[in-house]
């Protein structure tokens, strides 16, 4: 065995608003401010956040509390974590689906995403907007994407800095990149909200974010709400598990939890009203999906004034937000490899960043029309399958385990061993036990569709 990782005191985060940085750097990302707006356009403004909101509260608040709970009594990454607490070892499933998925296939089409926010902080330097005021914003995309070494070039240097951190450590580099990036961003985003609804005709975007109407829900839309409250926390694959690995016992669980999905639903709020207000004010429609914030916003962004400036801040929010994700993601891939085959942290690292690439290229190339899966882009289908179906049956899992197998231990974890108040330890217990198994299982059941 190489030992001098795995024999090693397991490493920490370096202080409480360090790990928070971190596991709201994880949790903030494309997911907030590319996604979260996208699928509010698509499913119908303001009632799509309703829901969004209570589910959160209700499910992916406490199943976020449960991962790391598991991940700071085992010790462990996901794999190995579930051996370490002395379980059935079907449990480890949770920590296999949630490597696999997590890991390498999230992270291969995520890189993908954050390679195009390269590409458009460059490109509002030169030239976007003069090609986005010609009405081209959704050629010069097309063109982009139709153009796979380009888009491959992207994604390889987005997950060259993504490996560039990771390779620093836990907190020598996630903790301490996120802990000047987040705070960056959250500057930027104020920036850009306080141009966005100062725009004369902003009203609109604002009634259409703010105002609820509820016979626009459809199952879809709760199918789409779960999968993006699980996304944008960053549950189900493990993840937060692994980040809670890195806990010290003294840490406060559940308030920790509540500061990061806190700052992280914040976040996803803030992103609708930078965007909703400025493209109504333009007269653009908010309903254009995935193109909202590549094709839709450039057009917004070439009608204002000093529309390069804000152009370019927003894609390098963009950039920051998935960056500090990136990291989290192959960070659990890194711990895996080094838990599990012993690896020094720059050989797993390494290893693990190649196998990522590689599988990052088919997404990058199905843009331009292969390869397909079921009449799916590649990526189209490794994020539907992902954020669909492996994020609820991971998060599902980790809530009936902790709920009706490891309720106990879980308790003494979550109050460190009684020291701790925890006010809504019953509501939790509620939660995980009877409220976020039933309703992922039936939000599944009714709303998957290919
Ligand atoms: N939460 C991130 C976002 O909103 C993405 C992400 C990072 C993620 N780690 C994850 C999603 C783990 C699911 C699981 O963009």
Known sequence: MNGSESLAKREQWGSRI???????GSAIGLGNIWRFPYLV?????????????????????PVMIAE??????????????????GVNPFWSLIGWTGTIAGGFLTLSFYNVVGGWTIKYVIASLTGLMDVANAGNSESFFGHFVGQSYE???????????????????????IERACKVLMPTLFVIMLILIVRSVTLPGAEAGLKFYLHPDFSKLTGETFLDALGQSFFSLSLGLGIMLTYGSYIGKEENLPSSSAWTAGLDTLIALLAGLAIFPAVFAMGFEPGSGAGLSFITLPAVFAKMPAGVI??????????????????????????????KFHMTRKKALYSMGIIIILLGVPAATSLAGYPTIYGKAFMDAVEYVCNNVLLP?????????????????AIKEITNDGKLQFRWLNTWIWCVRFVAPIAIAYIFYAGLKW
Do not use: H, N
């Not at 598991?70 to 579930?82: D, S």
């Not at 049956?393 to 231990?409: K, N, Y």
């Open 18 to 24: 360090g790990f928070i940085m971190a596991a709201a």
């Open 41 to 61: 356009g698509k499913d119908g403004g303001a009632a799509f956040v309703v829901v969004y909101l209570i589910i959160t509260l209700f499910i992916g608040l």
């Open 68 to 85: 790391f709970a598991i991940g700071r009594a085992a010790q462990k990454a996901p794999v190995l974590a579930f051996k370490s607490l």
């Open 151 to 173: 888009v491959v070039f992207y994604q390889v240097l987005f997950m060259l800095v993504t490996m560039g951190v990771v390779i620093g450590g836990v907190s020598k580099g």
């Open 310 to 339: 804000f152009s370019c801040l927003f894609f390098l929010l963009l950039f920051f937000a998935a960056i500090t994700s990136s990291m989290s993601l192959l960070e659990v891939a890194v711990a895996f490899a080094i838990e």
């Open 393 to 409: 049956i991971g998060s599902f899992l980790c809530a009936v385990f902790v709920g009706w197998f490891w309720l106990p231990q």
